[in-house]
C-alpha cells in the first residue's frame, strides 16, 4: 500500500468511528430526556408515599406531627376523659357539623371519635378556613379560650376552634371539621397514614 493509499485508508477509519460515537451520544441525548419525562422523581415519589408511624413511645394526652405529602398529619393519644368529652352535650350544642356529614373523612372515621380506634385520633392539621396550622389547646379551661373551653384545637389566624375530634364550633371562619386521611394499622400501635384501612 502507497503512503497516499495509508492515509486514505487511517483518514476513513477515523470518520467511520467518529460517526458511530456521534450516533450513540445523539441517542443517549435523546434518551435521558424522555426518560426523566416518564419516570416520578425521588421527591415526587416520597412526597406521595405512605408514612409508618410506631406510636408506642407517645404518651396518653400528647400529640405528635408527621409529614405526609407535603402536610402536617397531627396524631393525639386521647386519654378516657378525653373520649368522654367529645359525647358532652353543652359540646356538641357548639359544634358546627358534630356527624362530620359535610366534613372530609374515611367512612370508617366518619363517627364521634373520628377515628379507628378512638384512642388514637389522625388528623390532617391544615385549618379548613384558609389553611394555617392549628394549634393543641388540650387543657380544658384555658385562659384564651375561655372557662368553657373542654379541649381541642385553636387556629390563631382567625379564630377557628376545633373540638378533641377536629369538629368545628359554629361561629368560625372554618366552614368544615378538620380533615382526616386515609389510615391503617399494621400492629397494634404502629399506623401507616396514606393507605385506607379499607384496602388492608
Ligand atoms: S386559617 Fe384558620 S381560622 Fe383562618
Redesign the pocket.
Known amino acids: 500500500m502507497s503512503e497516499a493509499e495509508q492515509i486514505d485508508n487511517n483518514r476513513r477509519h477515523f470518520l467511520v468511528a467518529a460517526t458511530t460515537a456521534a450516533g450513540v451520544i445523539g441517542a443517549a441525548f435523546t434518551a435521558v430526556p424522555f426518560l426523566a419525562s416518564w419516570k416520578p422523581s425521588a421527591r415526587a415519589q416520597a412526597l406521595g408515599a405512605p408514612v409508618e408511624q410506631d406510636l408506642s413511645k407517645l404518651e396518653p394526652g400528647a400529640m405528635i406531627k408527621v409529614s405526609w405529602r407535603g402536610q402536617a398529619i397531627f396524631i393525639v393519644h386521647r386519654t378516657p376523659q378525653m373520649l368522654a368529652e367529645l359525647e358532652n352535650p353543652s359540646l356538641l350544642a357548639r359544634l358546627r357539623d358534630p356527624d362530620s356529614k359535610a366534613s372530609l373523612q374515611p367512612e370508617y372515621a366518619k363517627n364521634t371519635d373520628r377515628a379507628l380506634k378512638g384512642e388514637y385520633l389522625v388528623l390532617i392539621g391544615v385549618?379548613?378556613?384558609?389553611?394555617?396550622a392549628?394549634l393543641a389547646r388540650f387543657s380544658p379551661q384555658d385562659a384564651e379560650l375561655g372557662a368553657d373551653w373542654p379541649g381541642g384545637f385553636y387556629?390563631?389566624?382567625?379564630?377557628?376552634k376545633f373540638d378533641l375530634s377536629g369538629r368545628v364550633y359554629k361561629d368560625?371562619?372554618?366552614p368544615t371539621n378538620l380533615s382526616v386521611p386515609p389510615y391503617r394499622f399494621l400492629a397494634e400501635n404502629v399506623v401507616q397514614i396514606g393507605v385506607d384501612a379499607e384496602a388492608a
Open positions: 385549618c379548613t378556613h384558609l389553611g394555617c392549628p387556629c390563631p389566624c382567625h379564630g377557628s368560625v371562619p372554618a
